[in-house]
């Protein structure tokens, strides 16, 4: 088991670098009525890695006044179809709260299922570096 994590934790760093993010869906331009559903996607180049490879996650929040994102929550984006090498992550979730609303993508090494479990790693990539 040491043996494959090595070499798992080998192909990461690896191949970290190489990750890319292609293309994002667009924030929702105006306030947001509580209950609409609010898809987001993710195309992503994963530079040799597989889609099990890598936890996709958008960071959703209200817009504050200082045009940071409040009270956020996390949501997992799951791999659906490939565009050429490159990966398609989706999910969409229903709001809660009428506003203004924003997110962030980022990406992080996942060898494991549970994210709770997973040990903190320092290679972690927002949408914006």
């Not at 006044?65 to 009270?71: A, D, I, K, P, T």
């Not at 799951?78 to 565009?83: D, L, N």
Request: proline share 5%.
């Amino acid at each position: 088991m040491t043996r494959n994590r090595t070499g798992w934790d080998n192909r990461i760093n690896n191949s970290w670098n190489n990750i890319r993010f292609l293309e994002l869906s667009e924030g929702p331009a105006d306030q947001v009525m509580s209950g609409a559903a609010v898809p987001i996607k993710a195309l992503i180049e994963l530079g040799g890695l597989d889609p099990s490879d890598v936890r996709v996650e958008a960071v959703v929040g209200q817009i504050g006044g200082n045009g940071q994102l409040q009270e956020t929550f996390t949501l997992p984006l799951k791999a659906g179809g490939t565009r050429g090498s490159a990966v398609l992550f989706a999910n969409e979730f229903a709001v809660q709260q009428t506003g203004r609303l924003g997110y962030s993508v980022r990406i992080s090494p996942n060898h494991f299922d549970n994210p709770l479990t997973r040990p903190c790693n320092a290679l972690l990539k927002w949408v914006s570096d």
